[in-house]
């Protein structure tokens, strides 16, 4: 790792980068479950002391994420938003460029998207193929919204050098409050008393196949898995990628090499959003059917930065990352139906998961005490 | 620091400070637009007016108010950095301040102010427990600070909540004690210096405190320097024997408690604790970041564009009770919009050269 480059968070990135890059896929892995195993018993632990029972929480846990057929579609349903924002975050932490404003921009793209269709539907025929016409024009508009709210934190990065770490979580608490003002004054549904859009036609949605009628559809899945695949694709084998990933492990080299680094960041910053936006369009047409009042919408968009972690930030590692987090947060809603431990305790587990991830040196540490491994770094 | 380099610093000093006043002029601006609706130069008579209305002695204080819980995070915040951690974790550790405050005065009797001023004891005490083990993960398993920082965030977001539901049933706590407001008689009746000095929140007074004692420190002591070598040098600290990681545990430790220290103020004046969506800290700890970046590093700018935030968010209260039209949503945003302002126009800080690198001491 060359430490010429001292532009502070960015020599930071990619000293992260540098790191995980180190590491060896199985040391990650490794890494990784030990992460997930020592989070969950922490939580075990924390259950216990609040005078509840762990043994009944850890169950509930299991069958809140695989107990039924209509639990399982719920994990499938909420792994996907995890899996696409997971990618997003991986685009640019991989190419060293902090993105937490995930969240912001799957708001951005979400609005885009119901707000779109609703608007182009008087114009088109209804029916399916109105119904494929409006899901392309909702996609395409999620896509461009979140990108150039991606875009934006970019450029104020590249040519002002204002840090996008706070750019981009001030930009989510900018998003979360103007789209809710949006939703309560001139886009709410016409006598409604949620803060809340009106429904989107009933032929634009994507058809439940093997699950029933639960918010999910397995073409959802399989077109987020299209993306992952396109994206794995793009980070290695195009040039863009090359040159954003190139950047983020060895800015140097790549500045020397000819690379535009301005640009990489907003191109980056910019891919980054459109994907988060995407993962909104999905959201809406597949789950919601309207866009709801953003600040009650789950934090997606900063779970998806522990995923794309837990990940390694590699786009193919955010599958199984993405499942995990699936499974997690069907079980919160599990245990909040049928059991009183308060579900927040989730969120605070993925909180400890993102910790020990932070600290890999803590596990090889633990391993090497244990003798395990053997290998001594 | 050489010669030209304080030069340098000096006149960027004096740029910042026009650029404050600008900033805030720019805000106020834009306010005036969008809420008179009115030609400019109507809107610049109506606008001194509506300014002396604005900015009444009840506003002043309540921005210092506000400040206050910024202003020590900052410091806090600012203190970890110089030394070389970057910590990242403000938010969550005022979370964290604000609910120990909350549980500790709850379970301590929540009958008066002095039941309000041990649970901020106690929260500082608690969140300074908290740091160390965020210290030991950032210093000694030299865990990844952007990332661990994150993490005490959510871990924040999530087991607060969770505890909080646990103790009350609900994401939120019952009304508690605050500690009041100082009020020295007689003096408290000078017109505007009165309510905004001798009319006060002591956690006012004593974030004043913690900020020039704290200024002092760095700038006029051996500790203060070694502070600073940390961040700056840390070879040339461990060359004269000074042992560079344990400046960082003090400071990291130092920057929990401080951070904890503001969340138990934003407690102690409101009435409740509120653990629902961003929980009542509400990005504070984020702003506290951006106030020392703002402030240059220096204790005493943090405070003052920690004052800077607190008198944008007080604004939305006082357009209230002029019953100037302007939706309360939209104008609480408007901090986070100076904070991108402010970023975009002074990006470029003086980091500290070793910020984020694990010290290895060649032994």
New interface residues.
């Given amino acids: 790792m060359s430490s010429a480059d ?4 960015r ?3 990619d ?2 980068a540098g ?1 995980l890059l180190q590491a060896t896929v199985l040391e990650r892995l490794g890494i990784a479950l030990a992460s997930v195993t020592t989070a969950i018993l922490i939580g075990l632990v ?1 259950v216990a002391a ?2 509840y029972n762990p043994i009944l929480f850890l169950n509930n846990l299991i069958v809140g994420a695989l107990g039924s057929e209509r639990i399982l579609a719920r994990t499938l349903r909420l792994s996907t938003f995890f899996i696409l924002t997971g990618v997003a975050v991986a685009i640019a932490f991989r190419a060293g460029v ?1 993105n ?1 404003g995930v969240q912001g921009q799957f708001v951005v793209g979400g609005l885009f998207c119901t707000v779109s269709i609703l608007w182009t539907a008087p114009f088109l025929p209804t029916g399916t193929v109105g119904g494929i016409g409006l899901m392309l024009i909702g996609t395409v508009a999620a896509a461009v919204g979140g990108g150039l709210y991606g875009a934006l934190p970019g450029v ?2 590249a040519y ?4 996008e ?3 981009t ?3 989510n ?2 998003a979360i ?2 789209v ?2 949006l939703l ?2 001139p886009l709410r549904a016409e006598g409604s008393t949620n803060v809340q859009t009106e429904r989107l036609p009933d032929y634009v949605g994507l058809p439940p196949i093997v699950f029933g009628d639960s918010g999910f559809s397995v073409i959802g899945l399989v077109l987020t898995l299209a993306l992952v695949a396109v994206v794995a694709i793009a980070m290695t084998r195009t040039g863009i990628g090359y040159d954003m990933v190139t950047s983020g492990y060895q800015a140097g080299a790549a500045v020397y090499s000819g690379v535009d680094a301005k640009r990489t960041i907003v191109a980056t910053m910019t891919f980054s959003g459109a994907v988060a936006g995407l993962a909104s369009a999905v959201y809406v047409i597949m789950f919601q059917g309207r866009f709801i009042e953003p ?1 009650s919408i789950h934090t997606y968009g ?1 779970d998806a ?2 995923v794309s ?1 837990l990940a390694a930030n590699n786009p193919l590692g955010v599958l199984p990352a993405g499942l995990l987090f699936g499974g997690l947060n069907s079980s919160s809603s599990y245990i909040q139906t049928y059991s009183d431990v ?1 579900v ?9 998961v ?2 020990f ?3 890999p ?2 596990f090889r ?1 633990a391993a090497k005490r244990a003798g395990l491994g053997g290998d001594d770094r | 620091m050489s010669g030209l380099d304080s030069l340098e610093y000096a006149r960027h000093r004096g740029v910042r400070l026009v650029g404050l006043v600008l900033v805030m002029l720019a805000a106020l601006g834009v306010v005036g637009a969008v809420v008179f609706d009115v030609p400019l130069a109507e809107v610049l008579s109506d606008g001194l007016e509506t300014l002396a209305s604005i900015v009444t002695p009840g506003y002043v204080a309540r921005s210092m108010e506000m400040a206050a819980p910024i202003t020590l995070a900052a410091i806090g915040g600012l203190y970890a950095e110089k030394s070389g951690v970057f910590n990242i974790g403000l938010e969550g550790f005022m979370i964290f301040g604000a609910f120990f405050a909350a549980a500790a005065t709850y379970f301590v009797g929540a009958g008066g102010a002095v039941h309000a001023w041990v649970g901020i004891v106690i929260s500082v005490l608690l969140t300074m427990g908290l740091a160390v083990l965020f210290a030991v993960l950032l210093i000694r398993y030299k865990a990844d600070q952007i990332v661990a920082g994150l993490g005490v965030w959510f871990i924040g977001l999530g087991l607060v909540p969770f505890t909080a539901a646990v103790i009350w049933g609900s994401r939120n706590s019952p009304r508690l004690p605050g500690v009041g407001r100082l009020t020295v008689p007689g003096l408290s009746e000078i017109p505007f210096l009165g309510r905004v000095v001798f009319d006060q929140s002591p956690l006012v007074w004593l974030t004043v405190l913690v900020a020039v004692g704290a200024w002092v420190f760095l700038y006029r002591t051996q500790y203060g320097y070694w502070i600073q070598a940390a961040g700056e040098n840390p070879e040339a600290l461990d060359t004269a024997g000074i042992d560079v990681n344990r400046v960082r545990y003090a400071t990291v430790i130092f920057s929990g408690g401080l951070a904890g220290l503001g969340g138990a103020v934003l407690l102690a004046h409101s009435s409740s604790f509120i653990g629902t969506g961003q929980t009542m800290v509400d990005g504070r700890g984020w702003l506290g970041i951006v106030a020392y970046l703002f402030g240059n590093y220096n204790p005493l700018g943090a405070a003052a564009a920690a004052l800077l935030f607190g008198g944008v968010d007080m604004l939305q209260g006082q357009f209230q009770t002029l019953n100037i039209e302007a939706s309360s949503k939209l104008l609480g945003l408007l901090p986070y919009v100076v904070v991108i302002v402010v970023l975009t126009g002074w990006g470029k800080t003086q980091v500290p050269s070793s910020v984020g690198e694990p010290y290895e001491s060649e032994e």
């Fill in positions: 001292q532009s502070g968070p020599s930071m990135a000293r992260v790191r924390i609040a005078g902090f937490i104020l990065k002002a050098d204002a840090n770490i706070i750019t979580i001030m930009l608490f900018i409050g103007v809710s003002w309560t004054n600040a900063y930065i522990a972690l308060p927040q305790l989730i969120d605070g587990i993925v909180g400890i993102i910790v991830v932070a600290a040196e803590l540490m």
